[in-house]
């Protein structure tokens, strides 16, 4: 009994289990598609001039 469940277990253990090539191709290129926006966005106008607001305040912050 032990034996067919453990060899079961052996067999399940040597299945691929992890990405193709391509898969880890197309998620470098997700991972760098929305690096790039996050850029674009903390890049904008509008915030960064916010980031620079609360840079502002917590530098001129009394404790």
């Known amino acids: 009994m032990y034996g067919k469940v453990r060899a079961r277990l052996r067999a399940r253990m040597r299945q691929d289990a992890g990405m193709v090539t391509s898969e880890y191709a197309m998620g470098i290129i997700a991972?760098?598609?929305?690096?790039?926006?996050?850029?674009?966005?903390?890049?904008?106008?509008?915030?960064?001039?916010?980031?620079?607001?609360?840079?502002?305040?917590?530098?001129?912050?009394?404790?």
Do not use: N, W
């Open 31 to 63: 991972a760098v598609a929305f690096a790039v926006l996050l850029y674009e966005v903390v890049t904008s106008g509008q915030v960064k001039s916010e980031l620079q607001d609360i840079v502002k305040r917590a530098l001129s912050a009394r404790m």
